[in-house]
């Protein structure tokens, strides 16, 4: 027997749906909303993170290394310098200090097609202490709203997430 494991084979090959295209009604809304923002896609997705974090009023070790460990494997954050990351993460501090409605433009900042892997992310940080606090619950319903996820993703993300974060 070879200690060769086969990756690629004979996969079937399946036909895309006839929904393979992004709607257009949804790209012609994103296009408007980002065209108003003056939010980064990076400046927004740090911003949901340490909403995330700080979602229960404090920030847990296991939260800071979760956060330090996405921005090292995400293409949107690794690209960034120290320099720019710090650039970002006080531009995003400023941001929420002096704006009302922060969260919700940093929420429609985010491309449409961005915005479910952020919000696992954003869940996976509220789990990171093995807490479900209400203040986070509360967090996670909220983004779900400013980020028009359908629901019913977003309540499958979180089933997964409280699976992956028990063990």
């Known amino acids: 027997m070879s200690d060769v494991k086969i990756l690629f084979g004979n996969e079937t090959v399946t036909e895309k749906s006839e929904n393979a295209f992004p709607d ?18 990076p400046e927004a997705f740090l ?16 939260e ?4 330090a460990a996405l921005v090292h494997r995400s293409r949107t ?17 400023e941001r929420m200090r002096e704006r009302k409605e922060g969260l919700r433009e940093a929420c429609t900042a985010l491309p449409h097609d961005m915005r479910l ?11 990171a202490d093995r807490q479900l606090r209400e203040s986070e619950e509360d ?27 028990r063990y």
């Not at 257009?24 to 896609?41: A, C, H, M, R």
């Not at 952020?118 to 509220?126: N, S």
């Open 64 to 67: 800071r290394e979760e956060i």
């Open 24 to 41: 257009l009604s949804k790209l012609e809304q994103e296009f408007n909303e980002n065209s108003e923002s003056d939010w980064t896609i």
């Open 77 to 93: 954050m690794k690209r960034l310098s120290p320099q720019q990351m710090a650039a970002v993460n006080q531009t995003v501090n």
């Open 117 to 127: 892997s952020v919000f696992a992310h954003c869940v996976d940080i509220v789990l």
């Open 47 to 62: 911003c949901l993170l340490l909403e995330a974090a700080f979602a229960d009023g404090s920030l847990a070790p296991e």
């Open 139 to 165: 967090f996670l319903v909220r983004i779900t709203d400013l980020m028009q996820l359908d629901a019913e993703m977003a309540s499958v993300i979180r089933r997964v997430m409280l699976i992956k974060n």
